[in-house]
């Protein structure tokens, strides 16, 4: 493992502590979008499942059922916690699951590396973590006050996967120099999604403002 | 062939 995935798996985990941070220590999720912490439940759930087929480290092992059981946990809070979910904003929190689960599953059906059941449902959750930021970033741009865990929890959200697009690259000339279209041009529009948001992440953070996105 | 190097990722 080289120096930027393991720097964008902590970039992650560390996105997914902050949020828990949140929601623990103020017993608020406002900001946080339901519908994109559902999508990740079930990015994590349907990529997983080689967790019962195959066994490729300790540290992978831990990760995965860290990023599982964090991700489930978080929408328990949001749905069922008496405190946390009466702060959930679901009046401005409307993108539909539906819209971006289906195309991917079908890209999924349509392009992938192998057709077998595993193999589709990895595919399907690469496009699928690709766009599930989506509602998330609707949500930030109608909410008028982004506080700062919020605005740090999605800025190491979308720093996760620049990262592994990094390492795609060292890979690709340290190692087997193979090709990996899908990942790659996914992580890719990914990393594209947040550019609007890194760019005003930054430039309230150079000029000591309060983050806020333009409608 | 392994299907995907990238499968010892995240």
Not at chain 1, 48 to 57: G, M, P, R, V
Not at chain 1, 140 to 163: E, K, P
Not at chain 1, 191 to 204: P, R
Request: proline share 2%.
């Amino acid at each position: 493992m080289n120096v930027f995935r393991l720097a964008g798996d902590m970039t992650h985990l560390l996105s997914i502590i902050i949020l828990l941070l949140k929601i623990r220590a103020t017993k608020s999720c406002t900001g946080i979008s339901l519908k994109t912490q559902e999508l990740y439940v079930i990015v994590f759930l349907t990529r997983y499942l080689d967790l019962f087929t195959k066994y490729i480290s300790f540290y992978n092992t831990t990760m995965k059922l860290v990023f599982l059981g964090t991700s489930i946990s978080i929408v328990w809070y949001m749905r069922y916690h008496k405190v946390v979910k009466q702060t959930y904003n679901k009046d401005q929190d409307t993108f539909r699951h539906y819209f971006l689960a289906i195309p991917c599953f079908l890209l999924a059906l349509l392009i992938h590396h192998e057709f077998t059941v595993i193999e589709v449902l990895w595919t399907f959750s690469i496009y699928l973590e690709a766009v599930a930021i989506l509602p998330q970033l609707v949500l930030l741009q109608r909410s008028r006050n982004i506080d700062n865990l919020t605005g740090n929890y999605v800025f190491l959200l979308g720093a996760y996967r620049a990262l592994y697009l990094v390492n795609w690259v060292y890979r690709y000339f340290t190692e087997n120099h193979l090709v990996r279209w899908i990942p790659w041009l996914s992580g890719l529009v990914q990393t594209t999604l947040y550019a609007d948001f890194f760019y005003y992440y930054i430039k309230s953070w150079k000029n000591n403002e309060k983050l806020q996105l333009p409608a | 062939e392994e299907p995907s190097s990238v499968k010892d990722e995240l």
